[in-house]
Each structure stands twice: as C-alpha cells, then as structure tokens.
C-alpha cells in the first residue's frame, strides 16, 4: 500500500497540521517508507487471537463519582496564550 | 571538592549522613560541573537557587538527625517531567514557556525522600527518537568520543541528556522516561545503568505522555544499586494513574548482593540478528558466561514473534501519539500561531510548533488510525502485541527468571550519522528493547564492556511482570564481573 499527495494532504488535515505543496512529497516518501516497514505484519496468523487492551491483567479501579479537585480557574488559565474574564480566548467559531 | 561528582549516589547518601560533606557542598560541586559542561548541551535549564534551597532543608533534617531516604541526593530531570513553577517544555517548541502549576507524581516522591534538584535535561522531542537529535535545543553530545577521534557522537535518545549527565558526573543520578528503549538505549551508549520497570509500577501522572500503553518512568545512574535506591522513591501507587498499581514497593537495595544460583537466564535465539557486530555477540556470550559462573543456568529459548515488535510498535505508538498531542491547539496553553479561524490557528500552531519527527509520527498515527485503516493497521498490530506478550509468558512459565540480550545492535553512533531520508534506520536502534515496552515487562541495561573504537557496550535483562528485583541481583553480577567502566575524562572543560 503507498499513499499519494492527496492522502497527504487529508491525513494532515485531520491531524490539523498545516503543511506546505512543497513539503508533500518528500512527506509521502517517509510516511511510505514506514508503511513499507510495517508491511511485514501481514505475514503473522491473526487468527483467533484477541487484541491487546491492557498490558497488565488489572482491573481499572472505579471511584465515587464526585468532583475531587477543581475551582482553579487562575492556575488553568495561567499559561493560556490568550485569556479574558476566565475564560480561554479563540477567535469567532460561530458566525 | 571536584571529587564529591565522583561519588556513586550510595556513597554521597552514607557520606551526608556521617556528614563527612554536605548536601550544600554536594549541590555546588554539581552545579560548578554543570556550569562547565554546557557544551554537552545535556541541561536545558539549571536551578541553582531551587537546589540550593533544597539542599539547606538537607543539611537541616541531616543536622537533625532527621534524614529521609534521599537527603541531598542532587539529581537531574528529564524534561518530560512537569515540575511545578519551573518550566517544562518536552524539548517543543509548541509548549514554548509552559510553566505547570503542579508537580508529576514520580519527581514529587523524589523531593519527598528528599532529594535536590539540579535542573531539566535534554530529550528528545516528545522522547520521540533514538539520538537526542529531534530536541528543539538542540542535539546532546555524549562525553564519551571514539578512541582517536574528537567526532561528537550521539549519547542515544530519548533521555540523552539524562544519560550524558549522569555519565559526565552532573548529577548523582536522572529521571528517564521508555516508551520503546528511552531508558535503556542511551544507558547503554554511555555506560551507565538504566532501568524501565514494569508497566504500572511509576505513576505516569504529570508525565508529558507520549504512547500511553508503552510510557514508563525510571532511573539512570551510575551503579546497579544506585538504580535501585532511585527506584525505591520513584515506585507507587498513584490514584491519579488509573493504570499505576496498588502493591507495595519493596527494599530494591536488598537485592544487590543477593546470591543467583540456581536462577534460570533464558537466551534468546531470535535476538541473533544480521548485521549485528561480532563484538555484540561475543559480550553477550560473555555475559551469559558470567552469570553461570555466579550459579545460574543458562538455557536457549525461542520468542518467535520477537521480528514482529519493530513494526507492530511503529503502529501503536504513533497511533496513541496522534492521539495523546491533539491537546496542543495553540488555546490552552503553549505556542499560538493566530488564523483566520479556530481550524487555521490549529494548523497553524501545530505546523509551526512540532518539529519534523513528531509530525512524521502524527500523520502516520492519524493514517492508521483513520476510518477504513483502522482494523489493517492498528488492530492487527494490537493482536500481534498480544502474541509478543505470549511469548514471554511461555517462557517465563518454563521457570526462566529472566532474559539476556544486547540492550543495542551496535555502540554509539555520530551526531548527524543517521538522519538520512529513511527514518526506518533510526527506528532500528531500538530492535532489542521494544519488545519489552510491547509487553509491559521490566527491563535493565548495564555497562558490560567497550567495543574496538573503546565505547562502551550495555546488556539487557528482561524480567518477569514485577519482578524488577532479581533485574538488580543479576544485573549486579554483571556490573562486578564486568569491572566499572571508567567515565571519559572531561575534555568538555
């Protein structure tokens, strides 16, 4: 399987990375090369066997479902490129 | 007081408390090499006052009779590490000034015990690379050079400036992190210890995730015991990481010395690879010798799926990277680039604040991850990390204690040497260390031995699930066996 400029371009998109006509091809070419490399996959019998969800058998711990930390709204913001009023700042999302 | 560097972190810790020095004193020596050393680019940010405060409060509850298990140990930490009001960055330019409000689980354990911090090392960026080469401050140079030679060499990656620091004597020991041989590999290349313990034994809480299911915390440093002492501290449950275990932590330092006779060492057949130097083969053989000598059994064992980890790895860690970096949009906190709207400043951001090796990774995580790709490529590589997994655990219930491998197919290799146009090359770096982050065992590398060009060479060991303590006793065997590999003198200044 080999990719082309225009999945390139999709995959970028979804991924929300900006990426120049330029960088395309080259891109391509790395992006191929590493799918080549992962080809080999296809030679392992799959067969029945169930895919791996959990590296250690553990059983994921449930705890009450109620606020245990919060009501910080100086310490979320403080690294915010832009902020206002407690509030994250982008630009116009709804027109 | 140069020679306070020198001292292993067992012996400043027994030092501190017979107050033959003090952490004061311990601190300086290291801040004093550091200054010296930026050439190695192994810090990325230094603090001094930080660690001097820290240092004073040693001296006191040493003074006091009070001294908790790291009482003035000076370390280094990895910048994957949030650390809270001193800035954090993974070596991105897309966390730009990140400065976090709080502090990651596994480094707070280690101010708890009481140990002084020194500053944040070099990684690579988002630990995503084999050479300390993809950080956006640059490559670190490792304090080790080929024999005749001054061409910088790479101190291997991700935590390549843990591992030159803790090699070039600027902290008693480091914080790395291994998502796929992070710890292990640059262990190996520098000569000192390096430890990745089972998945689930470190809290990853504050930790800049990478691949979720492969991240795991553990510690450098220049002895096997001196892994051990670090460990101790780093290890625990943490609620905050639901995958972090609720078990206790045992005494890692009760293991050094621990007699191994009778314990079974599998070595295995598919870890003989091509084009791996004849000297790899014959340290590993000697390694192998070695443990027998100390009364263990060596036995050939068969891990047939081990061909398959490289690859499969190449799928699950971009995959859950793609996934784990979609928080960096430019809005909450890091770099912003602005748009014309929110999907622009997104691109924008992201295009201008990844560097070429995280967005590789990305784009291969978000193709296989993708509608119609997803069953091909991400599922398929899930199921065969199951069989790896098996693998092991056949082995293990065979009554094997643990596994010996190289920890690298080949010694350091120069700055600039392997960033040609295939990526596939760097990857290969970690063939020998993968499988373990694939299976979520526990894995250690100790200095064995110099190659011809008189670099140094690091075994393996590969554990059972939890089992990080017959890791120390064995890997102690190798390390007294072997002779401490001597430290390059420092021609960095």
């Known amino acids: 399987m080999s990719i082309d400029a225009a ?51 553990m059983k994921l711990p449930l705890r009450k479902d109620v606020v245990t930390d919060g009501g910080d709204a100086k310490k979320v913001l403080m690294n915010a490129p832009q902020s206002e009023e407690g509030f994250f700042l982008v630009p116009k999302v709804v027109e | 007081m140069s020679n306070l560097t020198s001292l292993t972190l067992a012996e400043a810790r027994d030092g501190l408390r017979a107050k033959k020095f003090s952490a004061v004193e311990i601190a300086d020596a290291h801040l004093a090499a ?95 690379g084999s050479s300390n080469e993809t950080s956006a401050f640059g490559p670190v140079v490792s304090p080790w050079q080929r024999k005749g030679s001054n061409a910088k060499l790479v101190p291997g990656g991700s935590s390549g400036g843990s591992a030159a620091a803790v090699a070039a004597k600027l902290c008693l020991g480091a914080t790395g992190t291994d998502t796929g041989g992070s710890i292990r590999q640059p262990a190996a290349f520098t000569g000192i210890v390096g430890i990745k313990p089972t998945y689930g034994r470190c809290s990853r809480w504050g930790i800049v995730a990478f691949a979720s299911s492969l991240d795991q915390a553990g510690p450098f440093a220049r002895t096997v015991q001196d892994t051990a002492i670090l460990l101790r501290s780093m290890a625990g449950h943490d609620p905050k990481d639901s995958t972090c275990i609720n078990m206790e932590v045992p005494d890692y330092e009760k293991a050094i010395g621990k007699s191994v006779k009778g314990m079974k060492i599998g070595i295995p057949k598919e870890y003989r690879i091509d084009g791996v130097p004849a000297e790899i083969g014959k340290l590993w053989e000697q390694g192998a010798e070695w443990l027998k000598k100390a009364g263990a059994e060596i036995v050939e064992i068969s891990l047939p799926h081990t061909k398959y980890a490289l690859p499969a790895y190449y799928i699950v860690a971009p995959a859950e990277a793609s996934s784990n970096l979609a928080r960096y949009d430019g809005v909450r906190y890091g770099l912003r680039v602005p748009g014309k709207d929110v999907i622009e400043l ?96 526990p894995g250690i590398a100790v200095p064995a031995g110099l190659d011809g060009s008189a670099l140094p060479l690091g075994l393996q060991l590969i554990g059972r699930p939890f089992d990080e303590e017959t890791l120390f006793s064995l890997g102690h065997v190798i390390e007294q066996s072997a002779g401490r590999i001597e430290l390059p003198d420092p021609w960095w200044g």
């Open chain 2, 346 to 441: 997104y691109e924008n951001t992201r295009a201008a604040g990844f560097g070429a090796e995280v967005k590789r990774r990305v784009l291969i995580g978000t193709y296989v991850l993708s509608a119609g790709y997803y069953d091909a490529y991400y599922l398929r590589a899930q199921k065969v990390r199951t069989l790896i997994k098996r693998d092991f655990e056949e082995t293990f219930k065979q009554g094997v204690h643990a596994i010996l491998t190289p920890a690298t197919p080949s010694s350091a290799f120069g700055i600039g040497e392997k960033s040609g146009a295939d990526p596939v090359e760097m990857y290969l770096n970690d063939v020998f260390t993968v499988t373990v982050n694939m299976a979520g065992l």
């Open chain 1, 7 to 57: 999945t390139v371009r999709r995959i970028a998109h979804l991924a929300r990375i900006k990426v120049e006509d330029g960088e395309i091809d080259h891109l391509a070419g790395e992006i191929n090369s590493i799918l080549g490399f992962v080809e080999q996959l296809k030679e392992v019998n799959v067969d029945g066997v169930e895919p791996m969800t959990s590296v250690t058998p």
């Open chain 2, 34 to 128: 550091i200054e010296k050393a930026k050439s190695l680019n192994a810090y990325i940010l230094e603090t001094p006052e930080k660690a001097r405060a820290m240092a004073e409060e040693s001296d006191k509850r040493i003074k006091a009779g009070d001294a908790r298990p790291l009482e003035g140990i000076a370390l280094g930490v990895k910048d994957l590490f949030a650390t809270e009001g001193v800035r954090t960055t993974a070596c991105s330019k897309i966390l730009d000034n990140f400065v976090p409000p709080y502090e990651s689980t596994v480094t707070s354990q280690l101010w708890r015990d009481g140990a002084v911090m020194l500053g944040k090392l070099n990684n690579d960026e988002f630990a995503m």
